[in-house]
């Protein structure tokens, strides 16, 4: 006879919801549901008991849901097509820099780049082999994304521009839309250059630490003076000028840059960003700016408490500009269950000055993970060296995980600073990803209670 | 499902397909059997459609004329591969000028492609 047991999943609101696991879809329970999970709870039970319970179908759709299981396993999650096809293409004008920010990956002390003999500017030709590179191998896209990095992109602004015009013309040849973005450190804008990127539809991200004693910390010129005085009304006309798409900021927390309340304080309401996104920085641990358990704590209750001021205001039908609690929302919302962490080398890659591809942005110039070239394409083995060690399913620590359905391991690049190999779990931000993941559950959770029309917004939203 | 409710949308597709593990076709006239979910009655004599074989008090008498013949619908709601103007590239407008279809059927417009 049929043994049921309970399934994978993690309870929210109150035990009324169930985010289920591997699938990531989330269901209401009733309470003859919530009868037959609480008995399975001690222990195993027989469909005859189940049944007297609560009637046979409640345990059948349980079981439908894999919320309840008799054999114990989850299922797994398929391998994504060999040829899956390009979205977003990050394209690195230069690895040049004029900030020497101590914390830069693609610098400072823990950069996988080994730039030595490789050009330092992007040409041309190396920019058109990218687009036509993105173009072909992006076949069945409608819509295409290149986003533009450094280094500082706006060292290499002249070929933005070229990139932004051959580029349009291609795609609209093709009848597909693309659309551009870039990263800046904003230390170069004039009132010209965001003319453009107004008229030019390209969306801004402005690396940026807060205000000016934590922007100062790190964001600093060669000479040891910091940028932010440099920067802000830079900043200021930038939001000022650009209407066309939302700027955001993007925030790298360290150990002595952790006060995101104050932080999300300036850059939304001082400065006027759209959005605020934060990221710890990428390090090894033993660096004096690495933020340690104690200061993940400190950062995760800041997170949350943002993270309820974005609650009330979504109840509200409002926007709020926390932008990771929008992303993990969307995620949630559209359930998507990871097979990999993220696109690198997916839907996305980096391409660096050389015109050599990389996973993505991080893994620009390093000989060590380079996964082809644009002009002759994708070297297939070393892709499927670098995906195979990426997938979830290859890493045992997560198997048990609920939240492995959005974070499926964490960033490859973390994981190759961390532990010397991009396939390692992050293992020093489980409690990290659980705690957030529950949080935005739980916000979720109030949203689909209170003000459901507010989930329309990430119907569609990108998700990562 | 009855006693879970898909939330996300994965829940729906999850919801969906269970759907369609478990659930009996379903014909056009009859109520959905099992679990009760949103019917859209296409094409049929339930609503007035100029064109169908009964008119809306279910009998011939209101009948359009056999220009507009199994078109009307067609037109708009039905999948039946009829030869209609199509409502998507060159004829977005063909019914533009019958608001009620009980009353404005004759207002619909020949065209001759
Ligand atoms: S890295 Fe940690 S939080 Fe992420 S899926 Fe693996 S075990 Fe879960
Ligand atoms: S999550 Fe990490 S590996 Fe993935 S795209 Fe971002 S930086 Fe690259």
Known sequence: ????????????????????????????????????????????????????????????ELHQAHAITTNGFSPQLQQPPADFPLQTLVMNLTNQCNLSCQYCYEFGEDKVATPDGKPK?????????????????????????????????LMNFPLLKQVVDYASKKAAEQARAIDFSLTTNATLLTPAIIDYLSENRIGVTVSMDGAKESHDQFRVFANGRGSYDIIEPRVRALIKQHKTRPITARVTMTSQAMDVLGTYKHLKHDLGFHEVGFAPVTTSPNRLYSINESGLDSVLDQFRSLADEYRDHALRGKHHGFSNVSDTLAELHQGVSKSHPCGAGLGLVGVGPSGDIAPCHRFVDSDDHKLGHVSTGLDRARVSDFLGRGHINTKTDCSTCWARPVCAGGCHHEAYVRYGDTGHPNLHYCDWIRGWTGTCLEIY???????????QHFADRKAA | MKHLRAINQKARRIDDHVASQTDDVVALQGPPQGQQRPHVPMGCSLVFSPGWEVDSAGGTAGLCQPVERDLYDCYITCYWPAQVPDHLNNYPDWTAKCAAATKDWRNIDLVFP
């Open chain 1, 1 to 60: 006879m049929n043994q049921y047991r309970l399934g994978e999943f993690h309870p929210f609101g109150g035990g009324r919801f169930l985010y289920l696991v591997p699938s990531a879809g989330i269901f209401e329970l009733d309470d003859a549901c919530r009868a037959v999970l609480s008995r399975l709870e001690k222990g195993e039970a027989s469909r005859e008991e189940l049944a007297a319970i609560a009637g046979p179908d409640v345990v059948d």
């Open chain 1, 445 to 455: 959770a109030a949203i689909v209670e209170h003000n459901p029309s507010f989930l």
């Open chain 1, 121 to 153: 500017f992007m040409d041309f030709e190396t920019a058109r082999q990218s687009v036509d590179y993105l173009l072909t191998s992006s076949e069945g896209r409608r819509a295409i994304h290149i986003t533009f990095f450094g280094g500082e992109t």
